[in-house]
């Protein structure tokens, strides 16, 4: 089993920064995709951004240019930046994870954060 925890945060006010971590723990067979996503209550949860076992990066319109999402595959470890927030990018952040467990046949696990409440508040 794959667990999830989730760090950084907290109250910003408009214009500031916060980092948020995610790091995966338990017997992991192979990450592949990996991204957070967030959500405000009474809204359908939101791709915010994702970074793909193949390399790439990919980010929702509304944060391209402020926004940024790294991994560390040593320590199974996805981060976000980010800057310039905005008083819209308050919610609630969950980071995603996706385990290949075969490839052949393709077997794959999802697996989610508990969550991190970020508030852009002046």
């Known amino acids: 089993q794959v667990r999830l925890v989730e760090s950084g945060g907290g109250l910003v006010q408009p214009g500031g920064s916060l980092r948020l971590s995610c790091a995966a723990s338990?017997?992991?067979?192979?990450?592949?995709?990996m991204a957070w996503y967030r959500q405000v209550p009474g809204k359908e949860r939101e791709l915010v951004a994702t970074s793909t076992g193949g390399g790439s990066t990919n980010y929702a319109d509304s944060v391209k240019g402020r926004f940024t999402i790294s991994r560390d595959s040593a320590r199974n470890t996805v981060y976000l930046q980010m800057n310039t927030l905005k008083s819209e990018d308050t919610a609630v952040y969950y980071c995603?994870?996706?385990?290949?467990?075969?490839?052949?046949?393709?077997?794959?696990?999802?697996?989610w954060g508990q969550g991190t409440q970020v508030t852009v508040s002046s």
């Open positions: 338990g017997v992991i067979h192979s990450i592949n995709d």
């Open positions: 995603y994870i996706e385990e290949v467990v075969t490839r052949i046949p393709f077997h794959k696990n999802d697996y």
